[in-house]
């Protein structure tokens, strides 16, 4: 019998049984208690009554009992009814909570089956990748790599699926939908079913790509920065090999009456003043050069520098100009600042053997902190703007990442240096600039420099009168560690009438100079030696005699200079390689005042 019929049926048996009962045993005892018919039709009406009374409590009692469980039963129905719908509400809350953090959050989620395949995608794939997420179910990661990367990736994959490991941070190239290549590093968990099988991964994919640009961008950076110190140590030891050859050709063409042998001396002169040149652009690359900072208007250097660009390109070869009309002024050294732009000039003619246009314009910028985060260097702040650009050849990016390095060239053997470039990130980095280049194959090449914006005018340069070398009398200190260039300055000194004491290093110049104090008219002290450096023995030297005279000579120049001291207290310096004639002449000079 149903649930639902159960419970009229007892009541209705219960009232049919007790009724039936009542009857029967009331008609049957009622005739031993009454004697006539009247009592007994009284009597049975009372029977009546009575029995109408006791089924009504009993059917009310029924009935109540029924209703407070029927109550009871629907008391609960309803409160399963809400906890129903309290926990379909929290189910839908969590899934909205889970799809609103899969749909913002900047990494793409992603689940596959335990045959690679993608089952589910986050719509972020659309930012990284540039598909919507129904166009790679049914694919596999590899499917979106190039076939070198995907057989590489696949390697690492099965070792992690072969383990049912989780894997953390797999960095893989992925090509984008337009072409382009995509770095993501990707992490992900095992799944397994209801039973404990293997179901397939749930991961993320984060996109590295920017960072690993700005990654490659430090490592190139420190690459020329290491570069840089290396082509300025060869330069500095260099540059005392040089000092002592010209200083023994300017003796020699001092000596010589022979002019045979004085054309032999000049050929030797012109070969050593090459190799000067090119020490000095070693040490413009690598940032160790001497340079003059004065305020500098940049639209006056480009338009005096114009006549002299247009002897540098060919008549095939056009040049535009547009000069912004603000004032641009730069704190730097005019003469190398020319040097840029004629190297620029050089390197964009050579990009344009069938001729083309070359763009040369200025323009006040203001550099960001996007600028910063983009290219992963610079000072927020105001700039001159150089733009050179050409409609030549253009080059790979891969030939684009090497352009700066000295000694690197795209051109055939003999016809370039690979120092042009080279020495224009040296003096845009020596002036606390930037310097930035874009090329594409058959499109051209654009260079972008950024000069710091100071406030200021330029200053008028003034060109100090040099009167002729002459011999002169009096005792010199020389402290040189390089033995070839103590040599010489021995040789040319003593050639021209003055004493020299030789010292080797710091140490040994402060005893010297404590042997022969009186005698000793002036010093001429190397910077970097051994034992104590030039400045320092100067220092010792000074407390002995504070009004000692004193010449500075250093194959490394500003940079020791600045951190040394010597340029702020306005001492005299040389740099090596030394011109004898105006040692001479500023030794001279300080003897005789």
């Not at 039963?73 to 409160?79: H, P």
């Amino acid at each position: 019998m149903k649930t639902e019929n159960r419970a009229p049926f007892i009541i209705t048996s219960l009232y049919a049984v007790s009724g039936a009962l009542w009857i029967y045993f009331s008609d049957r005892w009622l005739p031993h208690f009454v004697d006539t018919a009247a009592e007994i039709t009284i009597w049975g009406t009372y029977k009546g009554w009575f029995y109408v009374c006791v089924t009504s409590l009993l059917l009310y009692w029924l009935i109540r009992s029924f209703v407070k469980k029927l109550v009871g039963y629907q008391q609960a129905l309803e409160k399963e009814n809400r906890d129903c719908k309290s926990s379909q509400t929290a189910v839908r809350e969590s899934e909205e909570r889970f799809r609103s953090m899969v749909e913002t959050t900047s990494d793409w989620i992603w689940e596959m089956n335990a045959e690679d395949i993608y089952t589910y995608s986050s719509p972020k794939i659309k930012d990284f990748l540039g598909y919507e997420p129904q166009e790679i179910l049914g694919r596999t990661p590899f499917e979106l790599m190039p076939a070198h990367e995907a057989e590489h990736v696949r390697d690492q994959f099965q070792g992690y699926k072969k383990g049912k490991k989780p894997f953390l941070g797999l960095e893989n190239k992925n090509i984008h939908k337009d072409g382009r290549l995509i770095v993501l590093e990707t992490s992900g968990v095992p799944i397994f079913n209801a039973h404990g099988n293997f179901a397939g991964y749930r991961g993320i994919d984060r996109d590295i790509t920017n960072h690993k640009h700005l990654e490659e961008q430090l490592l190139h950076a420190q690459k020329m920065e290491a570069v840089g110190e290396l082509a300025g140590g060869i330069a500095h030891d260099f540059n005392n090999i040089l000092t002592a050859i010209t200083g023994y050709v300017y003796i020699l063409q001092a000596r010589l009456d022979d002019e045979i042998l004085k054309k032999h001396v000049e050929q030797i002169d012109i070969a050593a003043q090459r190799a000067v040149a090119l020490t000095n652009k070693l040490l413009t690359f690598s940032r160790k050069q001497i340079i003059c900072l004065h305020p500098v208007i940049i639209n006056e250097t480009l338009h005096r520098l114009e006549k002299f660009l247009f002897r540098l390109i060919r008549e095939d070869v056009e040049i535009k100009t547009h000069y912004t009309s603000e004032i641009l002024t730069v704190l730097g050294d005019e003469g190398q600042i020319e040097q840029v732009m004629m190297n620029l000039v050089n390197n964009a003619r050579d990009a344009m053997p069938s001729g083309g246009v070359l763009n040369i314009s200025s323009a006040g910028v203001e550099l960001d902190r996007d600028f910063v985060a983009a290219h992963g260097y610079g000072k927020p702040g105001m700039y001159a703007l150089i733009s050179v650009s050409d409609t030549g050849t253009g080059m790979e990016e891969k030939l684009l990442e090497r352009i700066f390095e000295p000694f690197f060239t795209t051109k055939e053997v003999g016809k370039g240096t690979g120092l042009g470039l080279a020495i224009v990130y040296g003096i845009v980095k020596q002036h606390d600039g930037y310097i930035t280049a874009s090329s594409e194959p058959g499109k051209g090449t654009r260079f972008n420099v950024y000069f710091p914006l100071i406030c200021g005018t330029r200053e008028k340069s003034k060109k100090p009168f040099v009167s002729a070398a002459s011999g002169g009398t009096g005792t010199i200190l020389i402290a040189e560690d390089d033995r070839d260039t103590m040599l010489f300055m021995k040789a040319l000194f003593e050639e021209f009438g003055y004493s020299v004491i030789e010292a080797f290093d710091g140490e040994d110049a402060v005893e010297k100079f404590n042997k022969n104090r009186d005698s000793i008219n002036l010093l001429i002290l190397d910077m970097i030696m051994p034992k104590k450096n030039g400045k320092a023995a100067y220092e010792s030297i000074k407390k002995i005699r504070p009004d000692v005279k004193t010449i500075f000579l250093s194959g490394y120049t500003s940079d020791i200079m600045d951190s040394q001291g010597i340029s702020e207290q306005g001492l005299n310096f040389f740099s090596k390689p030394v011109t004898p004639c105006k040692l001479l002449e500023k030794v001279k000079e300080m003897l005789t005042c």
